[in-house]
């Protein structure tokens, strides 16, 4: 117990300072971004004076170094500022969205994890025939498809041509009332309350979207399974345990265990990277979560949502990285020494 402690606390303590950069960074990075807020909020008829009575009242006149200072002390305390478009809290508005990103982002990378990793070990043990070569033009093609690309060419097919999906607006069907909520993913929310049409709704509604995220991110995890397999296979202790006349299933389930942390790794990445670059997946299938939200704050020069977006994802990848490294803790007993 106290060698996990220890590798806990050595992680928790890069955290903060890593947080504390990306805020500082993207706090100045966003300030870059054109349009005056005071304007978009009061109109291009408002006057001079009102103009720079607004731009006063929200610190816009203040030094950028002052600027941040306060902006860092407010989220010291939890608090990200206000949204002018929805006239509340940053931090309410994300609470409320951000489950349809996750939800969305999830159920994509565990789709893609069902792709990748069986065909990167199928590619991996078979060095010739069709699965290698389908393993190998997948992991090319789906490295060069663009997620919003791929998008929309589903719904012509399943939805204009078809008409098997229902269209692509939302999470649910407005005649259906969502159900109480639980854990914020509809689907579960559902299965909980037994809710069935919602239950039905939300699938379909989810099916595309999930698709997308899917095929899309299969092929980096197929790639690195197949790669850290392969490496695995022809190292010295898988030759030595074939030498020895153990069965080919315990070798090669020996290898793919060997080869977890780096899938892990890139499970990971691509989950953190999701979380904040699902946007234009979002706005295809208007599924309202918090990228589309920060988008639509960046159009309109609404910056709390945007650094609170940034916040957000921020912290909710860290947290991920930290769950990662306590994954490596099991899996590799290097670390327990």
């Known amino acids: 117990m106290l060698p996990l402690v220890r590798y806990v606390a050595r992680r928790i303590i890069f955290v903060v300072p890593q947080l504390f950069g990306i805020v500082l ?26 103009l720079a009575e607004l731009r006063d009242k929200m610190g816009f006149t203040k030094p950028l170094m002052e600027q941040f200072t306060h902006y860092l002390a407010d989220v010291a305390r939890g608090d990200l500022g206000t949204s002018w478009q929805t006239t509340r809290p940053v931090t309410e508005d994300l609470f409320q969205r951000f489950p349809a990103t ?5 159920f994509g990378l565990l789709l893609a994890i069902a792709i990748g990793f069986p065909l990167g070990v199928a590619a991996a043990r078979l060095k010739r025939g069709v699965t290698r070569k ?18 929309l060419v589903l719904i012509y097919v399943f939805y204009t041509v078809l008409g098997w999906i229902p269209a692509p607006l939302g999470r649910i069907d407005m005649a259906i009332l969502p159900p109480p909520t639980v854990t914020g993913s509809l689907v579960i929310d559902s299965l909980f309350a037994g809710d069935w049409d919602a239950l039905r709704s939300s699938l379909g509604h989810l099916a595309l979207p999930v698709l997308t995220l899917g095929v899309i991110n299969a092929g980096p995890i197929l790639k690195m399974t197949q790669s850290m397999t392969e490496r ?6 898988v030759r030595y345990a074939e030498m020895c006349g153990l069965p080919r299933r315990i070798v090669l389930r020996q290898a793919v265990r060997a080869a977890l942390p780096s899938v ?19 706005i295809v299938f208007s599924w ?19 650094l609170g977006f940034v916040v957000f994802s921020a912290v909710l990848s860290l947290a991920t990285y930290l769950i990662v490294d306590l994954i490596y803790f099991a899996l590799d007993p290097r670390l327990r020494g």
Do not use: C, H, R
Request: no cysteine.
């Open 102 to 106: 996750l939800e969305l982002v999830t």
């Open 288 to 306: 309202g979560g918090a990228g589309q939200y920060a988008v639509q704050g960046v159009l309109n020069a609404d910056l709390n949502p945007v």
């Open 264 to 282: 892990v790794t890139i499970i990971s990445v691509l989950y953190g990277f999701l979380i904040g670059g699902a946007v234009l997946v979002e």
């Open 134 to 151: 389908v393993a190998d033009y997948y992991g090319l093609l789906a490295g060069a498809l663009p997620d919003f690309w791929l998008a």
């Open 25 to 50: 960074v993207s706090f100045f990075l966003v300030k870059l971004i054109p349009g005056d807020p005071a304007v978009m909020m009061l109109g291009p008829t408002a006057s001079a004076q009102s």
């Open 232 to 237: 695995t296979l022809s190292s010295d202790f």
